[in-house]
Each structure stands twice: as structure tokens, then as C-alpha cells.
């Protein structure tokens, strides 16, 4: 089991057009896969201006994020946001939720259970 990421060793994974949580991603974003534990795993977000993640849900999965950079207007439920530097947010297990970055945003995002392997680069 890896215990240490070194930056320059994890590649970047383009999602734009991807499918992922049973919609299609708009717009061009990356990310990369630093780090699977047993019960968590991290990923670092590059979300480009006009990314759009439509209204899905992750049943079985929760995640929490936070913006170190940029601007997002999120819906969790039936709640909107607007987030920035230094914000952060949480996603329950199957609640649905939508992303739009509305200027280039760089953010982290810990999920549990881990996503397979297969999720980010199938």
C-alpha cells in the first residue's frame, strides 16, 4: 500500500465529455488520483471556467471537497452555493448535487468508499 504521493509522480486525467455518475461532464477539467486509502481516497481538481457536472448522485459514497482557489455555484439537494477560496462542502451519501466552475477553480475532494481505479480511468 503506497503511504507516500509525491506530486510530480501522479498523472493528470482529462475528464471533459466523460461520462461519470450516469451524466455527461461539460466543459474541459483534470484531475488526479493522489492518494486511496482502505475507507477514503483524495483527488486534486482542476476545474476550467464553464466545467458544468450536471445534477447526479453517488449512492453508497460520500465526499467532502474544499476550494483552494476559484469559484463554484454548487446545488446539494435543493440548496445552492457559491464557493470560494478557502470554502468547502460536503455531499451525502446519494443526495444529488451539480458543479459549475464559474472561473478557474483548483479544490481537493476526499470520497468514501474509495472509487475503483477503473472510475478514473476506464
Known amino acids: 500500500m503506497k503511504v507516500i504521493a509525491r506530486n510530480k ?5 482529462q475528464r471533459g465529455g466523460k461520462e461519470v455518475g450516469g451524466v455527461i461532464i ?8 493522489m492518494m486511496t486509502g482502505k475507507h477514503i481516497q483524495l483527488k486534486e481538481l482542476h476545474l476550467r471556467k464553464g466545467f458544468y457536472h ?6 453508497g459514497e460520500e465526499s467532502i ?10 446545488a446539494i439537494a435543493d440548496q445552492h452555493y457559491d464557493l470560494r477560496d478557502g470554502d468547502s462542502w460536503y455531499h451525502p451519501d446519494g443526495v444529488f448535487h451539480w458543479t459549475r466552475a464559474i472561473e478557474d477553480t483548483y479544490a481537493v475532494e476526499v470520497h468514501s468508499p474509495p472509487r ?4 478514473f480511468y476506464g
Not at 509522480?9 to 486525467?13: D, R
Open 9 to 13: 509522480e501522479i498523472k493528470q486525467i
Open 26 to 33: 461539460e466543459g474541459r477539467s483534470s484531475l488526479r488520483l
Open 54 to 59: 450536471p445534477n447526479h448522485n453517488h449512492p
Open 65 to 74: 471537497g474544499y476550494v483552494i482557489k476559484g469559484h463554484l455555484k454548487m
Open 116 to 119: 475503483p481505479e477503473e472510475h
